[in-house]
């Protein structure tokens, strides 16, 4: 009796961490396999930010979701439970749905990106050599460059005309299609090389990406190859070199995301930081029902992997312009005083995924505060670097508002930081939007070889995450 009496007290007076699929039950794992198998739809689809934005703006309008402008125009009035979203340069994407309570009391909002790292195409970038043809690249973001040799990429992106034109490009995804990649040095001579570190080994200015090998046919040609190109570019698409100069194009890992381990718990992709929130983000706001107590928003936002810079980044005014605009739809008088209230009463979880503890590379995290594998969305007070440079750090009170809501839905989660102490560490969008007086934190799936061009997430992970987003929204707050 007594050593049952001291196994319920420590039971009450510790924490405890474990694998979340123990406490599942079997008709929940069929709504995670089904999430699941949506989300990978999704990320197959979304190989770009354009992509993503495009994908998201199709499932928004299929649930009856109206764009923002449109309204604007007619000056029509916005309600408890209108749907609404709005685009920025066809990259970056807000959607709500109108709360019963004023924006003034603020709003649940959920922030991702879907910006990932890439290899994007120079504005002069074809030439030839060597009886090749290749692309020249910047890569987008931070990679380890030597992961990007030797391997199938595809090719995304759009042309724009002068007349505004936009030719859209994908190439290598399908079955039937060709695929690119950038060459490696054979083992055989690679003396020098394996000599150099895992950073030196492969430069960028030679990450450029093999295209064709076969000449043209026009025998006036100097670059008969490069021209070979040109012409196969003309003949499908209709564009010329010059139309380069204008031109968004990315090189992305080729072919869907799949399951992946004998148990089939895994997903491997591309993209998955952070297109992994933004889809469970999306799908909890498609899945609201009804008008929440507080309006419901979500952001899918671009150029996070670049500091949030650019008018489709966080660092502009978009958000902030188009509460504005949601404001002065709301009835009355449009306010500057009622758009602060509006910023600073809301509450925000910044969706960004975290690293899984990885056991092939353990002295790289405390392994007690890094998120593990299949125990629920993770939670993440503070990100920044050395001594929390950079961060958010969210404050107690509203973490603990977190922590009841995720209680409240049965809701698996787990707290953890981005690696060791002076280990490295990472940012997102939760500084940016915390400027407001929001209250904010970090709040996603962790996930395996981040930044990798193929990354790893754990199917359990996800559903927790949509199920903790969706809460969120859904949560009245406990004082009005």
Known sequence: MAKKTAATKTKKLTYARANGYDKLAPAEFKKLEALCAEYRAFLGAAKTERQAHDEAVKLLETAGFKDLDALIARQSPLKPGDKIFRSCAGKTLMAAVMGKEPLEKGLHIVGGHTDSPRLDVKQNPLYESGEMALLDTHYYGGIKKYQWVAMPLALHGVFVKPDGRKIRVAIGEEPGDPVFCITDLLPHLGQDQMKKTLAEGIEGENLDVLVGSRPSR?????????????????????????????????????????????????????????????????????????????????LLCDKEEIGSYGATGMQSNFFENTISEMVGLCGGQYSELVLKRSLNNSWMISADVNATFDPLFASVSEKKNAAMLNQGTCLTKYTGARGKSGANDSNAEFVAEIRRIFAKSD??????????????????????????????????????SMHAPWEVSGKFDVYMTYKGFLAFMKDKRRSR
């Open 218 to 298: 026009d025998k006036g040609a100097k670059d008969k190859i490069k021209l070979r190109v040109l012409e196969i570019l003309h003949e499908r698409y209709g564009v010329t070199e010059e139309d380069f100069l204008s031109a968004e194009l990315e090189f992305v890992p080729a072919g869907p995301p799949r399951e992946a381990g004998l148990d089939r718990s895994l997903i491997i992709g591309y993209g998955q930081d952070d297109r992994v929130c933004a889809f469970t983000a999306l799908k909890a706001l498609l899945d609201l029902a009804g008008a929440p107590e507080y309006a419901a928003c979500v």
């Open 411 to 448: 809701v698996v989660w787990q707290a953890a930081e981005l690696g060791k102490v002076d280990q490295g560490g990472g940012g997102t969008i939760a500084c940016l939007m915390a400027r407001y007086g929001m209250n904010v934190v970090d709040c996603g799936v962790a996930i395996l």
